[in-house]
């Protein structure tokens, strides 16, 4: 068990660009989540996969931002045309059962 | 829909002393409530989680909360704090199994004195 891993850890990017970061679970897990964190705030959900299917989005997930886990392994999620506001920490975690999220140590974005 | 109040944006103790952060929730059906430890620059670890059964649970790095539905509260306490406790802790409540519909409280940082 190597834990949730996460990259880049670190992004920084213009305002405009695209950036996509990864996540790959630990082995086996079937769930995955992604969440999003600002300054002084607590982590928000963002969206949700069972294997490969996208079972959840929040209405936080806008058009410009698209989550993949292709053969349902790892996963990608892309944001197009990025903007100040997106400047955040993104988190992943894993679970293979109710109730234990596992999570990674996250990919903190700066936009500029 | 679900939600979680932490009071107390920050929390000062003394090296051993009673480590007390307050968790409120909001909740339609019967909650799955948790809490978790986050470190600098780091991602978050689940400290113990409360899914129905007893409502008194222990965690690790010996803390536990109790549920208490008539205060719809879930406390995290631990007897006696140690240096290695100063975190950013955050309460969560879920009402599905698959925890997709999760709702993180603002955080607490805990900071523990010499």
């Known amino acids: 068990d190597t834990g949730v891993s996460q990259d880049p850890r670190h992004k920084i990017t213009k305002r405009g660009q695209n950036v996509t970061f990864r996540c790959d679970p630990i082995?086996?897990?079937?769930?995955l989540y992604w969440y999003r964190q600002t300054l002084g705030q607590g982590p928000e959900f963002l969206t949700y996969?069972?294997?490969?299917?996208?079972?959840?989005k929040s209405r936080l997930l806008s058009d410009r931002f698209s989550a993949e886990r292709p053969k349902g392994s790892f996963s990608t999620l892309e944001i197009q045309r990025t903007e100040q506001g997106d400047s955040a920490m993104y988190l992943c975690a894993s679970s293979t059962r109710p109730y234990e999220q596992y999570f990674g140590p996250g990919t903190r974005l700066t936009v500029t | 829909a679900q939600s979680v109040t932490q009071l107390g944006s920050h929390v000062s103790v003394s090296e051993g002393a009673l480590v007390l952060l307050r968790c409120n929730y909001s909740s339609s059906v019967p909650p799955y409530l948790f809490w978790y430890v986050q470190y600098p620059n780091q991602g978050l670890q689940l400290l113990l989680k409360y899914t129905s059964a007893a409502t008194l649970v222990k965690g690790i790095n010996g803390f536990e909360a109790e549920f208490k539905k008539s205060e719809t509260s879930f406390h995290l306490t631990k007897p006696s704090a140690h240096m290695s406790d100063a975190a950013e802790y955050f309460c969560a409540v879920s009402e599905s199994d698959n925890n997709n519909d999760m709702r993180f409280g603002a955080g607490t940082r805990l900071t523990v004195k010499p």
């Open positions: 996969f069972q294997n490969e299917a996208q079972l959840e």
């Open positions: 082995s086996e897990h079937n769930r």
